[in-house]
């Protein structure tokens, strides 16, 4: 058996166990993420430029890289840091 995700308009919908993919609206997805970045989740966006289920950005201003990771705008310092979305920078921890 296998997993497969329905996605719908780059939005995963559903997730199921099967022996083969329903139709071509649903994509394989890998629990042990050997393959397409990440296991599907419900409400995960699936990239086909990057063949990846991405989870969704932790900030509207961070860019996805090809790796298919989240990274903010500008790089973080060393140090303990948080960023500010408000700001659009990285903050000292007090």
Do not use: H
Not at 46 to 74: C, H, R, T
């Amino acid at each position: 058996m296998a997993y497969f995700a329905k996605v719908e308009d780059g939005k995963v919908e559903n997730v199921i166990k099967a022996v083969n993919a329903p139709d071509d609206t649903y994509i394989e997805t890998f629990r042990d993420r050997s393959q397409r970045k990440n296991y599907a989740g419900v409400g995960m966006d699936y990239n086909s430029e990057l063949d990846m289920f991405i989870e969704k950005s932790p900030y509207p201003s961070w860019l996805l890289n090809q790796a298919g990771d989240w990274v903010a705008p500008v790089n973080q310092p060393e140090g303990d840091y948080y960023w500010d979305e408000e700001e659009g920078n990285w903050v000292a921890n007090a």
